[in-house]
């Protein structure tokens, strides 16, 4: 079957740094996509990574290795405002999108 | 970015009514669009896959008489909830896809629309 697992939940420090990982097993790979959703709201695109290696993206970077099946997103100089779900999702091969459950990233003071 | 808008953000009906849901892409031509489902701290289920001109293609056990998709431009797409039940309340939420968007084919989503069935 399909499988994307991701941690439920993540606790950081404001101003610190903090990696979301995400592991996945597909039909097929056809690109992996991180949103984020605040409580309440529609999730809003982050980022997309098709081939292996790192993405930056302002504080929001996300990496890709393929043959690991495995991706995780970073963020850095961590803001309140950063509080949110994180989700991870996979475009199988018949270009459908597969959803982790999502990870609950608390930023303390 | 492109702008996905749907209406109502929030309803509440009676059950045994039926609530129309619209997504519309703003500023983007959307051949196909997507219809999720969200239940509290849970990720997103799809519903169904809304093509422009064409049928809907409804994901297993989504009931499709009763979840009425219509895909009647590139630009709008309906979600009819009929004979609303206490059990259909949830957040709903629809997507579309850019066709200009190439091998990103980014998803872009609506706000949302929490639908309460009293």
């Known amino acids: 079957g399909q499988n994307i697992d991701q941690p439920t939940e993540m606790t950081a420090t404001e101003g610190a740094i903090v990696q979301i990982n995400c592991t996945y097993q597909t039909s097929g790979f056809n690109g992996l996509f991180w949103y984020q959703q605040h409580a309440g709201e529609a999730p809003t695109f982050l980022s997309y990574?098709?081939l292996d290696g790192l993405e930056e993206k302002g504080r929001f970077s996300s990496f890709l290795s393929r043959s690991k099946g495995y991706s995780y997103l970073l963020l850095k100089e961590l803001q309140m405002k950063d509080s949110a779900s994180y989700l991870c999702?996979?475009?199988?091969?018949?270009?459908?999108?597969?959803w982790g459950a999502g990870t609950k990233l608390i930023i303390k003071p | 970015g492109a702008v996905v808008s749907q209406h109502p953000s929030r309803v509440i009906c009676k059950s045994g009514t039926s609530v129309k849901i619209e997504c519309r892409s703003l500023d983007f031509q959307a051949t196909t669009m997507f219809w999720y489902r969200q239940f509290p701290k849970k990720s997103l289920m799809l519903m169904a896959t809304?093509?422009?001109?064409?049928?809907?293609?409804?994901e297993q056990g989504v009931e499709k008489d009763k979840f009425l998709i219509n895909h009647a431009s590139l630009t709008l797409s309906t979600l009819t909830v009929t004979s609303a039940h206490p059990e259909d309340s949830s957040f709903y939420i629809c997507s579309a896809r850019d066709v200009l968007a190439g091998e990103t084919d980014t998803q872009y989503f609506g706000p949302g629309t929490r639908l309460t069935v009293l």
């Open positions: 809304s093509n422009e001109g064409s049928k809907a293609t409804y």
């Open positions: 999702a996979v475009r199988d091969s018949n270009y459908q999108l597969i």
């Open positions: 990574n098709v």
